[in-house]
């Protein structure tokens, strides 16, 4: 069905009439998730249609990686345009009739739609190719675990298929329906991982006076935390350090020899990431001593920040005023403290990271999170005007 969708000269409503195919792929992809590393299924579907539709199509990139490269008319521009496609460890609590049917396993981000989107775009630009140059269609796995965009770029995506600038989507609960947002510089932040181990002396919990508790240090030690942010980091700046797990102990009468913690630091700035680097540790340190115990510590690099090329951003954005009006970019887009992956693309080619608003609803991540079909079309719509434009220099 996917391969026989009829098109006007109007590319707005060529995909908005024919995406029931594409919003019933989707659906079909959030019953059947996978997770980061295991997306063989997801890939083969991709692969598939993307043959179907006349592009050139090279798997296995990075992992379950596709790239899909069409070419039209004389130019010699390129434009890449990125979607991820890989599931979280979630159970799905949504109740929908199209809830995913692997336990524990759920598309809680929205990938099933960023994919479903790009493969709308890309079966209208195979049908029409009102382009001038090539579009090179990146299908990235694992990026829940930041690893997908590193490791097609390891294997030589950017040499092996050229771009000239690369763009990515992600939706956005809680930003209106079908408004977006998009700006120049960092829009997500860096993230780095901090993990704890925190060595007292253990003993009976009714003679405290004889052990050194790890639980009473890691407590005042993470409540020290906050003053990094509030005393350390510039108030112009944007700083986050989040302690996501803490464990220690297994008895109320028993005090722990150890107590395990792991926390993440957002930033977007080196400096700040430098400084949270430095100080996130000496803290934790200090205060365990304090309390005559030890602090055992890893600080493990994450990804950097998403930053936008100032350039692309502006196209991206005058695209979108042109498709949809100036009611649906929003002036005042502030950046996520969320971080991605795609980080890495954006170091290696010029390009920019837009959002595009879901409405209310369930954040991302969350069990309750539901993808908003609405934006389907229009999302399509703009990476075909995005590609039109970009290669041909025709902004319509």
Known sequence: MLDRLTHT??????????????????????????LSGSER????????LLRDWGYEVTTGIGGHGVVGRLSAGEGT??????????????????????????????????????TAILLAAAHHLAKTRAFDGTVVLIFQPAEEIGAGAKAMIAEGIFTRFPVDAVF?????????????????????????????TLRGKGGHGAAPQETVDPIVAAAHAIAALQSVVA?????????????GSIHGGSASNVIPETVEARLTLRSFT?????????????????????????????VKPGFPPVVNHAGPAA???????????????????????????????????????LFIGTGPGAPLHSPEYRFNDAILAPAAAFWVRLAETFLTGDAR
């Open 41 to 48: 299924r997801t890939a083969g579907i991709i692969a598939g």
């Open 168 to 196: 990515a989507l992600h939706n956005w609960p809680g930003v209106a329906e079908g408004r977006w947002g998009i700006l120049p510089g960092p829009v997500m932040a860096a993230i780095d991982q901090v993990n704890l």
């Open 315 to 353: 196209l991206a954005r005058e695209v979108a005023l042109r498709l949809f009006g100036a009611e649906a970019v929003i002036a005042d887009f502030r950046p996520r403290t969320a971080s991605e992956d795609f980080a890495w693309m954006l170091e290696e080619r010029p390009g920019a990271y």
């Open 9 to 34: 000269s109007d590319p707005e409503a060529a995909i908005a009439e024919g995406i029931a195919p594409f919003l019933a792929l989707r659906r079909d992809l959030h019953r059947n998730p996978e």
């Open 77 to 114: 521009r390129s434009i890449g345009l990125r979607a991820d496609f890989d599931a979280l460890p979630i159970e799905e609590a949504t109740g929908l009739d199209h809830a995913s049917q692997v336990p524990g396993v759920m598309h809680a981000c929205g990938h099933d739609g960023h």
């Open 270 to 298: 080196p400096a700040t990431r430098a400084l949270l680097a430095e100080r996130v540790p000496a803290i934790l340190r200090g205060v365990a001593e304090g309390f005559g115990a030890r602090a055992e510590i890893t």
């Open 231 to 243: 005393r350390n980091v510039d108030p112009q700046e944007t700083a986050v350090v989040t302690v």
